[in-house]
């Protein structure tokens, strides 16, 4: 099992396997990818692209996919994941931060949502294709991410959404196709609460029963522009990571924050949950154990 950090910002928080670093966030700004770091970028979700390119924006019978739209769970523009110009660009950009960092792991290398997209140019390319609405969007991604996998030469990590039931109609994501193509899965389930872990703990279940490789789970420390009472607590974080390492998430897990300065707080805070990290040790379970372990380990690392 192995443990990683997902930043907001290039530097690397102390007491972590790998780092990630989010070089293109949803936002859609470009930061420099960092050698010694992986690469975490979103590809069709691009609020910045979207404003200079609105004819770009994904379209539906529910209206485009734009922030503000609340006909989706969607708090940034994502572009049409047909649109020539964009994709051909993205595949460029991708494999110049392959080159310069450790290795890419994608978000939103997928459609938008349910009913996307219905631009002239998907629907002219659905009435081409000959096959059912569900499986042309289907190939559709699935053949862009059979041509990002040939230009990433390091590794390469596909972020899911957490719906193991739903990913092909609402994203048009089969987990097996991207199987054959990815090195390991990233299961985001960003919140801003795990009161209730065992619905976490459910999901975990049912990825490790569906996905045909080994996966991580990541988890919600503290976002950009966020106060500590907005936050996942740190007696949230440390169960919930416990209840998914029990369920099978035993690849590992990433821990996302803005920075390194608000890793080290949650860091330092876990350490005084003496008496809840005694009692998950009850949980069972040799993945259980080693994370337990790992954050004893803080104590050393952070000292």
Not at 74 to 96: F, G, H, M, N
Request: charged share 25%; glycine share 4%; aromatic share 14%.
């Amino acid at each position: 099992m192995k443990f990683g950090s997902l930043t907001f910002q290039p530097q690397k928080p102390s007491g972590f396997d790998f780092h990630v670093f989010r070089v293109k966030p949803e936002t859609g700004l470009r930061l420099q990818p960092q050698q010694d770091m992986h690469s975490n970028l979103a590809v069709f979700a691009d609020t910045q692209t979207a404003k200079d390119h609105p004819e770009w924006i994904s379209q539906s019978p529910l209206g485009p996919a734009k922030f503000g739209n609340n006909n989706f769970n969607i708090y940034w523009s994502v572009l049409c994941p047909t649109q020539p110009d964009y994709r051909e660009e993205q595949l460029k950009y991708i494999a110049e931060v392959d080159r310069q960092s450790q290795g890419i792991w994608l978000n939103s290398q997928y459609f938008a949502d349910h009913s996307h997209c219905t631009c002239p140019r998907c629907q002219h390319l659905y009435q081409k294709s000959g096959l059912s609405w569900l499986e042309w969007r289907r190939k559709i991604v699935t053949e862009y991410v059979t041509e990002i996998r040939a230009i990433v030469k390091k590794d390469l990590v596909l972020s899911l959404q957490p719906d193991p039931v739903s990913s092909l109609e609402r994203y048009g994501v089969d987990f097996n196709d991207f199987a054959k193509y990815t090195d390991q899965f990233n299961v985001v389930m960003f919140s801003k609460n795990y009161a209730t872990p065992w619905y976490w703990e459910m999901l975990t279940r049912a990825f490790k029963k569906l996905l045909k490789k080994p996966f991580y789970i990541s988890l919600y420390v503290y976002g950009p522009g966020d106060a500590p009472q907005d936050v996942p607590t740190p007696t949230e974080l440390l169960t919930v990571t416990t209840r998914c390492a029990r369920a099978g998430a035993d690849t590992g897990f990433l821990y996302l924050t803005d920075g390194e300065k608000e890793m080290t707080a949650f860091q330092r805070a876990a350490l005084e949950k003496t008496e809840l990290r005694e009692r998950l040790k009850t949980y069972g379970g040799k993945p259980v154990e080693e994370f337990l372990n790992w954050v004893k380990n803080w104590d050393q690392t952070l000292s």
